[in-house]
């Protein structure tokens, strides 16, 4: 159980255009799903906090009409970077986290990973 | 904010030695601590957690120890074999809060 799945796992595009990267929760409600970015070789850095229903908490230096999220349902969190350059180029992670309360399937706080999408602006 | 230090970067070992990783962090009110593989191209796994009320956790070949006074913790695998090469980060967070993950450790265990 507790499986993230992300569409697509990789993208190319041009300069200038937008792009959506979705992340689903199969098997469970994620309360709370986090975005990640992670260059070559570095660790994943936070990007943004997507609570279900609510406007998503983004990190400092993180701009958020750039990269808009939308957490709609308790099962998908999309994240739209628009108007990308190549300096977007990177890989993108999603994670969810079921927060509320009564489940004792899974962990209070743990994270459950998505497998990354590949976004490559030429 | 937390912030969490990870050492080595790299580890090599020999296949059936122990590896060891070690975190500290700054947040004393960080509870959660958990461990996450990742092969490339690929989201990082949940291996092991642990939480402020324990000391040690272990599953299998795999362990975490968390001082919380010092304010660290760290990863053992034992027996170690090829297919555990892949990078290593440690996090920390609260209870419904984000995590802050390490920098990272790429781990090779040479046949």
């Known amino acids: 159980g507790a499986v993230v799945s992300q569409h697509p796992s990789w993208v190319i595009c041009k300069s200038g255009t937008s792009v959506k990267i979705e992340c689903r929760s199969l098997d469970f409600q994620a309360t709370t799903m986090f975005w990640y970015r992670q260059f070559p070789k570095q660790s994943l850095m936070l990007m943004a906090t997507?609570?279900?229903?609510?406007?998503?908490?983004?990190e400092q230096g993180v701009e958020k009409d750039k990269f808009l999220i939308n957490h709609a349902s308790l099962t998908l969190s999309t994240l739209t970077v628009t108007s990308a350059h190549p300096e977007d180029s990177s890989f993108y992670i999603c994670s969810a986290r079921d927060s509320s309360s009564g489940r004792g399937k899974l962990s209070y706080n743990e994270q459950f990973f998505g497998p990354g999408t590949r976004l490559t602006v030429l | 904010g937390e912030n969490v230090e990870q050492h080595p970067s790299t580890l090599s070992v020999q296949e059936g030695d122990s590896a060891v990783i070690k975190c500290t962090y700054s947040?004393?009110?960080?509870?959660?601590f958990p461990w996450y593989k990742q092969e490339l191209g690929k989201g990082p796994q949940l291996i092991i957690d642990i939480r402020s009320n324990v000391g040690e956790k272990k599953d299998q070949r795999i362990a975490v120890t968390l001082n919380k006074t010092a304010k660290h913790f760290s990863l053992h695998i034992t027996e170690t074999q090829p297919e555990d090469s892949a990078v290593y980060f440690c996090a920390a967070g609260t209870n419904a809060g984000k995590s802050t993950f390490g920098d990272g450790t790429t781990l090779t265990v040479k046949p």
């Open positions: 997507s609570n279900e229903g609510s406007k998503a908490t983004y």
């Open positions: 947040d004393s009110a960080s509870n959660y």
